[in-house]
């Protein structure tokens, strides 16, 4: 199993502004995922942070709304730029999931845009 | 395109009242379909990983099986504790290690 700790927890941010959450990873892991929740919606992911190379962007996800660090094996940052209420969400970060097994995720950042 | 839906959208028992929450599928290839149940302000815990039909895994008052088409998460005598709302999930095998989630079944017990 692996630990993951998420922060902040929540934040309340001015339109047009940036925030970056930050994702620790209690052992080293190949691939993290960052995912967005909104109520009572299911669970989309954004992309998959791979270390030592670009994240990979699913269909609607771009990086330069959402750049994408991972400098080592147990840390990963994800940035939502520039926002806008539309991302107003719960923002996800996962590791493990990969070679059908199970996937461990950090408790979230509630991100409300004003 | 790879689909998954739960049904209901949200269940009220009383305390000791069975039920089943479904999870129907469409995938092009199942590699394993996984159980989560999520808290309110947390993120989802794992509970159950079932890779083949006919498949079936317990923990406590919970029972998941699998079938080729669907999946059931059976709650024998809930508590009050067991509320919250669980997720289903799929890895297809199209390559990639995408998993994708159904919108949950909120579970609400009262005592």
């Known amino acids: 199993s692996a630990v993951i700790s998420q922060k902040p927890s929540r934040d309340i941010c001015q339109r047009g502004t940036s925030l970056t959450i930050q994702c620790q990873v209690d052992?080293?892991?190949?691939?993290m995922f960052w995912y967005r929740q909104q109520p009572g919606q299911s669970l989309t992911l954004i992309a998959t942070?791979?270390?030592?190379?670009?994240?990979?962007?699913e269909s609607g996800f771009v990086i330069d709304k959402f750049p994408i660090s991972r400098p080592n094996l147990t840390f990963s940052t994800l940035t939502v730029s520039n926002m806008s209420p539309e991302d107003s969400s719960i923002y996800l970060c996962?590791?493990?999931?990969?070679?059908?097994?199970?996937?461990?995720f950090g408790q979230g950042t509630r991100l409300t845009v004003v | 395109e790879d689909q998954v839906t739960q049904s209901p959208e949200a269940l009220r028992l009383q305390e000791g009242e069975s039920s089943s929450l479904n999870c129907s599928y469409t995938?092009?290839?199942?590699?394993?379909l996984f159980w989560y149940r999520q808290d309110p302000g947390k993120g989802p815990e794992f509970l159950f990983t079932?890779?083949?039909a006919g498949e079936e895994k317990e923990k406590e008052r919970l029972k998941a099986t699998l079938t080729k088409k669907e999946s059931f998460l059976h709650i024998t005598a809930p508590k009050p504790e067991d509320s919250a709302t669980y997720l289903c999930a799929v890895h297809p095998n199209t390559g990639g290690f995408k998993t994708i989630f159904g919108a949950g079944t909120r579970l609400f017990v009262k005592a």
């Open positions: 942070a791979n270390q030592g190379s670009e994240a990979t962007y």
């Open positions: 995938v092009s290839g199942l590699r394993g």
């Open positions: 079932l890779y083949s």
């Open positions: 052992s080293q892991v190949t691939m």
């Open positions: 996962s590791a493990g999931g990969t070679m059908n097994t199970e996937a461990f």
